[in-house]
């Protein structure tokens, strides 16, 4: 099973993408593999596993870390401009 998930971020792609890419090796092998890439200002996340419940809990893992850094960085630009 595979999935695909692309977001374009514009200027917050490159710190999220470091941010997903640290993480990318770190997927535990018994629920399947991911790879990040980059084109421009989009990232794409691609999981793959065996099972259903590999792939939910994968990509789970790896959306909420992309809402927690993209929350952060959004957070950390409005805290400045004020």
């Known amino acids: 099973m595979k999935a695909l998930f692309k977001i ?3 200027e917050y792609t490159e710190p999220i993408y470091e941010a997903l890419k640290a993480e990318e090796g770190q997927s535990a092998p018994e629920k399947g593999t991911v790879k990040i890439t980059r084109d421009g200002d989009c990232i794409s996340i691609i999981i793959e596993s065996a099972d259903l419940s ?28 004020l």
């Open 8 to 10: 374009c971020l514009e």
């Open 54 to 81: 590999g792939l939910r809990a994968l990509s789970n893992s790896y959306l909420l870390l992309l809402h927690a850094a993209y929350s952060s960085l959004v957070g950390a630009s409005a805290r400045v401009s």
